[in-house]
Structures are given as C-alpha cells and as structure tokens.
C-alpha cells in the first residue's frame, strides 16, 4: 500500500489519509469543501461546496496517477437530500464517465459542511 499526499486538498483533519493505493486501485477519503489554499470552507451553497470536493478529489486522484475520468465508483454524503438535484448537476460536470455511485443524507458532516466525496478509482498500467 502506498500513502497518497498532495497540498493540492486538505491535509487530512484526523488519523488517515488523503487516499491510498492498493496494486491498480486508488480510494480516496472523504473530501469535504475546504479550499486547500485557505483551509477555510469554501462557499456557503450546494453548489459551491459540491464544486470544491469535486475539484478536492480530483487533486486526491491524481496525486495518485489517476483521474476524475477513472474513477468507477464514488459515495457521495449530503447534509440535506433536497440538495440532491442541484448536487448532481456541478458532479455530473467533474464525473463524466457516469461511474457506480451510493448518495445518502446524514446527520452531520466535519465541520458543519453540505457534502462529502470519496471515490475509487482505477491506475493504468504501464
């Protein structure tokens, strides 16, 4: 297993990490909406968090050699279902290839935020 890190997302804010990759698979952590550069919470709306964890995976993924594009399965956490449509329309701009997904209502997410990605992903082989 090989650790993945990049100051491209947020350091990770307990005992884990950023992703790791086990042979040709890549998972990611949980990304949340902070804005790597800040560290502060990036936007108030759906849309605007929805954005940042997208944009945080994809740093994640290709920190590890892969890519939002290989990405074959994500599971996708939402502080409120009704956000759900306008959810899907900034993932659908990040998550192309249409890949196997599970999104859920909790109760709470860190920080306080609206939603959080991970997702697993595949490598090329060489």
């Given at each position: 297993?090989?650790?993945?890190?990049?100051?491209?997302?947020?350091?990770?804010?307990?005992?884990?990490?950023?992703?790791?990759?086990?042979?040709?698979?890549?998972?990611?952590?949980?990304?949340?909406?902070?804005?790597?550069?800040?560290?502060?919470?990036?936007?108030?709306?759906?849309?605007?968090?929805?954005?940042?964890?997208?944009?945080?995976?994809?740093?994640?993924?290709?920190?590890?050699?892969?890519?939002?594009?290989?990405?074959?399965?994500?599971?996708?956490?939402?502080?409120?279902?009704?956000?759900?449509?306008?959810?899907?329309?900034?993932?659908?701009?990040?998550?192309?290839?249409c890949p196997a997904r599970s999104c859920v209502a909790v109760k709470e997410l860190p920080k306080g935020v609206l939603c959080e990605i991970e997702a697993l992903a595949y490598l090329?082989?060489?």
């Open positions: 297993m090989k650790k993945v890190t990049t100051t491209n997302a947020p350091a990770a804010i307990g005992p884990y990490s950023q992703g790791m990759v086990l042979g040709s698979l890549v998972f990611s952590s949980g990304q949340i909406p902070i804005n790597p550069a800040t560290g502060e919470i990036a936007g108030t709306t759906i849309t605007e968090q929805a954005d940042q964890s997208c944009r945080n995976v994809g740093a994640v993924l290709e920190a590890a050699g892969s890519s939002l594009e290989k990405v074959v399965k994500t599971t996708c956490f939402l502080a409120d279902m009704a956000d759900f449509p306008v959810f899907n329309k900034v993932y659908e701009k990040y998550f192309v290839s090329e082989k060489e």
